[in-house]
Structures are given as C-alpha cells and as structure tokens.
C-alpha cells in the first residue's frame, strides 16, 4: 500500500477504535449550552507526563452540516481527544472525530499534536471538565 493510503487507513481505524470503546465508557455529564450536552469519559483518563489525556463528547440537540476538509459532513455528535495541564488550567483538543445520526464515522480531523494550549475559561464546560479530571487524579 502506498503510505498515504496506509495513514489514511490509521487514522479510521484508530478513529473506529475509540468511537467503539466511547459506547463502553462511563460518560459524565460536564455541561451544557443550547446546542448540545457535553460529557467526560472517566474510564479513558489517562496520565501522560506532566499533562492529562480524556475523552469529551458533544451530543447536539439537532443533526449539524459543516464543511470539513472539503467535503460537507452531516452529524450528531463529537468526540474529542482533549489534553488537560491540571496546573496551569489550560487544554487543548487534539482530535475531534464526528458522528454521524447512525453511529457512524462522517470524519476525523486525525491527531493534531501542534495545537495550541487555550485558557479555561470560568464556568463552562472546559471547567468543569478540567475539575472533575483533575480531581480523580488527586484520588487515585
């Protein structure tokens, strides 16, 4: 196979991987605004040095269509990859895959490892997250 073939194929497998293993995880309810509910994979928690890796997904309150890579994309829900730095209060998202009204994957923006980190800000949902993940940390 030819290398771009081959990291395509990656990517959707890795991305199959996790929207299989987010119907096992335990959600959380994070927060919610008019478009959609937001929760956090406890289960998938995962230290990574100094920093926090965990599974957040957005379940929207009506199908969206956007226009993603060049190809328009009809979903339901996300699921992101989010990085948390628990000291500094900052994270930053860096996958995102959306989900089609069937369960399916529409796209997956694959691993953006050079984002940039982002302040949390005050009483949204990236707090909250950013708590409640920081705080298990603390307990275990």
Not at 1 to 26: E, G, H, N, Q, Y
Not at 64 to 84: H, M, N, P, Q, R
Request: proline residues 2%; negative net charge.
């Amino acid at each position: 196979m030819k290398p771009v073939r081959l990291a395509t194929l990656a990517v959707l497998l890795t991305a199959a991987a996790m929207i299989s293993a987010a119907f096992a995880a335990d959600w959380i309810e994070v927060g919610a605004d008019t478009q959609a509910k937001y929760y956090v994979d406890v289960d998938s928690i995962k230290v990574d040095g100094d920093n926090v890796i965990v599974l957040k997904r957005g379940i929207f309150t009506q199908v969206l269509t956007d226009t993603l890579g060049g190809a328009s994309a009809t979903f339901k829900e996300t699921i992101g990859t989010v990085e948390i730095d628990c000291a500094r209060r900052i994270n930053r998202v860096t996958q995102i895959d959306m989900i089609g009204e069937n369960g399916e994957l529409v796209w997956s923006s694959g691993p953006m490892n050079k984002r940039m980190w982002e302040d949390v800000r005050p009483n949204t949902h990236a707090e909250t997250t950013l708590d409640l993940v920081c705080a298990r940390l603390k307990r275990s």
